[in-house]
């Protein structure tokens, strides 16, 4: 789906369908007077009898099949006081998808209608564009490779911003680019966390990043298992021991111009292509879900997917180093066993109490070896850790984990914004590296279940250097999910949250 803009007032508007937004017991003056220019018969349109604006009510009006306009699709937000951005995007997935079930071609969207929602939700019209384009591409996000019998309904070809001013503002331009951007690494990250681990194995991943790199003109690099091997990542070896597949470590780096030697904001993403739990093997019931467990790379290539369409026009101001640690996590001979002890890469020896806490073990060595290789500005890491942190923060929500009272506030404010569920929890360290004590070895790799969330993080923790600013985001409850903007599995979650942090290469905020 393409975007455009049709700017220069309702005499210049042409769509198959318009979208217009309207709140609770507004009528067609209160809500879109242009409009209705164009479209004049709006006004006396029938179903406005029984169009309530209630949230989630859709109606469509229908005009002369001659006009320009014929065919306006009334959205609903409820009660104007209580307008929430979540309620908006919903109502703009949804609307896109009537529109693909109607076989409409042409989507506009009545951005005056849209300059007043932004008003009531307290946000410009640069901010309204942006989050309207991503909900209309996620809200149309199906993931269909594998049905014999797919929709015959096909995606609008594109989605129209009517505007009223004589010329489209530069900053509202950017607001749709952005949205393309994080619409296309969004829906990356959904994709590769979709297929299943017959198909996405740690290679595939590998592959795929190489390919996000090339077609964006930056550079990559992979660690095989002798890569691995010879940079001594004996923690992340023991995970990828019991597998058929070999493990992977993709890095992906962008350095735009003017930014060459300044110290990168790097990403590093849990990239469990499948995790069985090995020796320590799950239960049967929802084991499936566990083809998503590499949703923290996958959140880290969207990102660099994103970067990469952004382009230059948008480009940061510091390199992004993108890591994504793939193996995948199998019970079998050569399998790591419960009591096993492994040294890291930064000399730390591990007592793998649990073979299922392999999430820990892959992001140590990788989070060491992007210190060795680096000298980070600041290190993100994204993970599906642990089933704690669910517990403790419920579905949809990411835990933040950092010493840094100002990236944490930032991280969690920028979520809120975006629309992704960041909420901070502690480091306590000395708590849990008694919890996290071995007799035989400096640490076990899984404590207590209680804090389980938290005793993760200060074993990653104990993987960071001295000075170096680090955040954690364990996102094991935000991976899958199913909302208007959502179809049925995997979210994308993290990618807007992290390409804002690599973009702003400072105070996320500005
Ligand atoms: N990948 C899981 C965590 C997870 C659980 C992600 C549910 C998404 C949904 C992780 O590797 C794991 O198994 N964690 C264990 C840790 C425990 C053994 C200390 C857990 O949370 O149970
Ligand atoms: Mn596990
Ligand atoms: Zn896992």
Not at 178 to 199: H, K, Q
Not at 265 to 281: A, H, N, P
Not at 296 to 302: I, K, S
């Amino acid at each position: 789906m393409d975007i455009r803009f049709q700017a220069g007032g309702p005499s210049r508007w042409k769509a198959d369908v318009v979208l217009s937004f309207v709140f609770e017991d507004e009528r067609v003056e209160q809500a879109c007077p242009e409009l209705a220019e164009r479209a004049p018969w709006l006004g006396i349109a029938p179903a406005w009898r029984d169009f309530r604006g209630h949230k989630g009510e859709f109606v469509m009006f229908y005009g002369p099949e001659a006009m320009e306009i014929s065919r306006v699709l009334g959205v609903g937000l409820g009660r104007a006081e209580k307008a929430d951005m979540t309620a908006f995007r919903y109502a703009v997935g949804t609307a896109l998808r009537r529109c693909r079930e109607y076989d409409l071609e042409t989507v506009g969207v009545d951005g005056c209608s849209l300059a007043r929602v932004a008003a009531r939700l307290g946000v410009d019209m640069a901010a309204i564009v942006r989050e309207t384009v991503l909900s209309a591409f996620l809200g149309l996000y199906r993931y269909d490779r594998w049905l014999s019998e797919k929709s015959s309904h096909a995606d609008p070809r594109w989605l129209g911003l009517l505007l009223e001013g004589e010329f489209v503002e530069n900053d509202v331009r950017a607001a749709a680019r952005m949205a393309e951007a994080e619409a296309s690494g969004i829906m990356l990250a959904r994709d590769a966390a979709n297929d299943p681990a017959n198909v996405m194995t740690p290679s595939a991943f590998a592959e795929k990043a190489r390919e996000v790199a090339a077609r964006h003109g930056m550079s990559f690099r992979v660690l095989g298992r002798e890569e691995l091997e010879a940079e001594g990542m004996g923690a992340y070896l023991a995970v990828a021991r019991g597998s058929a597949e070999e493990p992977r470590m993709a890095v992906v780096e962008y350095t735009p111009k003017g930014t060459e030697g300044l110290a990168p904001v790097i990403l590093v993403g849990k990239g469990l292509c499948f995790d069985s739990g090995g020796i320590s093997l799950k239960p049967a019931k929802g084991m499936e879900d566990m083809k998503g467990d590499m949703s923290g790379a996958a959140a880290v290539l969207g990102v660099m997917e994103a970067l990469g369409r952004l382009g230059a026009s948008a480009a940061p101001s510091r390199p992004v180093v993108g890591i994504m640690a793939c193996a995948e996590n199998m019970p079998d001979g050569h399998a790591a066993r419960p009591g096993d002890i492994v040294v890291a890469k930064n000399g730390k020896s591990i007592e793998i109490v649990n073979t299922d806490a392999e999430g820990r073990l892959v992001l140590a060595d990788a989070l060491a070896w992007a210190q060795e290789h680096y000298q980070p500005f600041r290190i993100l890491d994204i993970a599906t850790l642990t089933g704690a942190c669910a517990v403790a923060l419920g579905l949809g929500a990411a835990g933040v984990f950092s010493e840094d009272e100002t990236l944490a506030a930032e991280l969690c404010a920028a979520g809120t914004a975006l629309g992704e569920r960041n909420w901070r929890l502690p480091l306590w360290t000395s708590t849990s590296l008694e919890v996290l004590k071995s007799s035989c070895a400096d640490m076990v790799n899984s404590g207590r279940r209680e804090g389980g969330a938290v005793h993760a993080a200060v074993f990653l923790q104990q993987f960071i250097r001295e000075g170096v600013t680090w955040a954690h985001i364990d996102m094991a409850a935000a991976d899958m999910g199913e909302s208007p903007v959502n179809a049925k599995g995997a979210t994308g979650f993290g990618v807007r949250t992290l390409l804002c942090a690599a973009l702003s290469g400072g105070n996320m905020l500005q």
